[in-house]
T-cell receptor
Framework: AQSVTQLDSQVPVFEEAPVELRCNYS??????LFWYVQYPNQGLQLLLK??????LVKGINGFEAEFNKSQTSFHLRKPSVHISDTAEYFC???????????FGTGTSLTVIP | GAGVSQSPSNKVTEKGKDVELRCDPI?????LYWYRQSLGQGLEFLIY????????KSGLPSDRFSAERTGGSVSTLTIQRTQQEDSAVYLC?????????????FGPGTRLTVT
């Protein structure tokens, strides 16, 4: 069975500090990986995605993520966060052979001034 | 340009009543997804439409849930005989093509409250 785990439900971090949001998945087949962001009172939007190629993926707003196949992880990082990064972040996977996207339970990032 | 729209934005209904939730995808998008987001939970896949193909209904939690997509555009999610556990935010997303970019564009959601 496929699953996505976001171990940290809430992550508080001071402004201009680095942050890492963790995502692990389990799957017996190859997957594509995504991070979505949901700002307060807004819909989800794509932050970045890994389909193939370089395992280091850069997204919008200075975020990046690294696909680690051996550790089945796709952690999201930003070297210096801003107040405007306060949002809910969701990790998601889709099987190469399937239609379903599997989402994690989300990590609430709060940037403290 | 116009994004994915959903209506109503909020719906309060009594237990046992039927409800219909509507999704208008981005024009030209062939793929459409429905998800349910319960408090403290991730997004739960419900159903997937791709063009004129038969929908993937594997995520529907019970036979009280059904969905249709007319003319390859607008979609309606119907919940019959609503229960309190159906209370959640129902999200719709569309995608240009499931096999090209996998990027989903989400609507603002419909918050359903069953009393």
């Amino acid at each position: 069975a496929q699953s996505v785990t976001q171990l940290d439900s809430q992550v508080p971090v001071f402004e201009e500090a680095p942050v890492e949001l963790r995502c692990n998945y389990s799957s017996s087949v190859s997957v594509y990986l995504f991070w979505y962001v949901q700002y307060p009172n807004q819909g989800l939007q794509l932050l970045l995605k890994y389909l193939s190629g370089s395992t280091l993926v850069k997204g919008i707003n200075g975020f990046e993520a690294e696909f680690n196949k051996s550790q089945t992880s796709f952690h999201l990082r930003k070297p210096s966060v801003h107040i405007s990064d306060t949002a809910e972040y969701f990790c998601a996977v889709i099987l190469l052979t399937g239609n379903q996207f599997y989402f994690g339970t989300g990590t609430s990032l709060t940037v403290i001034p | 340009g116009a994004g994915v729209s959903q209506s109503p934005s909020n719906k309060v209904t009594e237990k046992g009543k039927d409800v219909e939730l509507r999704c208008d995808p981005i024009s030209g998008h062939t793929a459409l997804y429905w998800y349910r987001q319960s408090l403290g939970q991730g997004l739960e896949f419900l159903i997937y439409f791709q063009g004129n193909s038969a929908p993937d209904k594997s995520g529907l939690p019970s036979d009280r849930f059904s969905a249709e997509r007319t003319g390859g555009s607008v979609s309606t999610l119907t919940i019959q005989r609503t229960q309190q556990e159906d209370s959640a935010v129902y999200l719709c997303a569309s995608s240009p093509d499931r096999y090209s970019s996998y990027e989903q564009y989400f609507g603002p959601g419909t918050r359903l409250t069953v009393t």
